[in-house]
């Protein structure tokens, strides 16, 4: 019988090392073909993606994926715990799904299933250590990791190198393993060991390098990172890189971009300044990772919004994270309220799929239990009641970015509904 490993991604931009891992989850679950399940139009971090979603997407299917879907993006766009749930809930949903594998620094799953597994039933030294240290203000991920390793250290099968809690590949793929015990999921977790750069890293070192290291350089594009004689030739520049970072059929496709094809979160500094004044205590918090507090402290220091990354650096405390405030600002800009990140998945959405990977497609579709939209347009007709004003936020939110990135470009604006799936 054939098999079906799923992949969940931002590919924010793609890169090698991601080519590396679709290659890898073939072979570690012994499939016939990579479904993957990839971020929309804004990403976890509380920002948009570099570039749109359907461009993602035929990186993915160029660099070797079979099937590529969307994860909405009031998950997409959350924490690393909705996330997750939202993104193996729609994979548990489709009932096809053997395996799903993800990136982690160890390459092995007991780490990340035991540590898993300890989340989900909160014995009481993790809930006793957790509430001490969030009453000692601590921000709920570094309590989160004290309650952690207070548990570990109780069981001696479970002795972790602090650090193992620091990588963001560990923390997700920790999540996708507590979101699978939740379901009692059949799906099974395998994990690819992380090559190169790290996460964080913000330079180019190697063939493997990190998405963080690919878009600090395509902010700053410099002479002595692309080796080229002349540092006033961005597009030329530009082609280099990806050269330098993509597979090969990858970079072909990525060589006509230029600086214009590129948001970042300051592309929308306007429009998130003009939803702060026009809120109150109230209407911010009933936006998704917001609370009372960061409600305060953002109208209080409104006078000196500059842009939206600036202003998430100047929000941020001891209590508060980057990400979460940057995740907060964008549920504001974009009306994310915060029941949507919670809710169950109800419905999934195609955007591209590689020809030879067409009897798959059909597999996925009759074996779902949750509506597969292979034509956007038909989401009507298609989707139970209650999901229609959902859908119709997601298809808002990418026609936002949209906008922006067309102003940006001086280009038409297409509709999010009139977008067919890439088809290879």
Known sequence: MKKIVGIIAEYNPFHRGHAYHIKKAKELANADCTVVLLSGDFVQRGAPAILPKHTRAKMALLGGADIVLELPSFYASSSAEYFARGAVGIFHALGCIDALCFGSEEGTITPCMETAKILVEEPTAFQNTLKEHLKSGLSFPSARKAALLVCYQKQSSLSRDEHFLDSPNNILGIEYC???????????????????????????????????????????????????????????????????????????????????????????????????????????????????????????????????????????????????????????????????PSRTPGYVRLLGFNKNASGFLKTVQKSASLPLLTKAADYKRLLPKEEVPVFEKDIFVSNLYQSVLNIKKQTAFTHDLQKPPVIL
């Not at 330079?203 to 390098?209: A, G, I, Q, R, V």
């Open 178 to 340: 507590k979101a699978l015990l939740s379901l009692n999921s059949a799906i099974e977790p395998i994990t690819v060991k992380r090559e190169g750069s790290s996460y964080h890293a913000q330079k180019l070192t190697d063939s493997y390098p990190s998405a963080s290291a690919i878009r600090q350089t395509l902010a700053k594009p410099s002479q002595t990172e692309f080796g080229q004689a002349t540092s006033d030739s961005f597009d030329f520049s530009l082609s280099a890189l990806w050269k330098q970072v993509q597979p090969e059929a990858v970079a072909a496709f990525s060589r006509n971009f230029s600086k214009e094809d590129f948001l970042t979160e300051d592309d929308f500094s306007l429009l998130l300044k003009y939803k702060l004044m026009s809120s109150t205590p109230q209407t911010l918090c009933q936006a998704a990772d917001m609370s009372p507090e960061l409600a305060q402290r953002i109208l209080n220091c409104l006078n000196e919004f500059r842009s939206f990354s600036q202003f998430a650096a100047l929000l941020k405390t001891k209590e508060l994270t980057r990400t979460r405030i940057n995740r907060a600002l964008l549920h504001v800009l974009l009306d994310i309220s915060a029941d949507l």
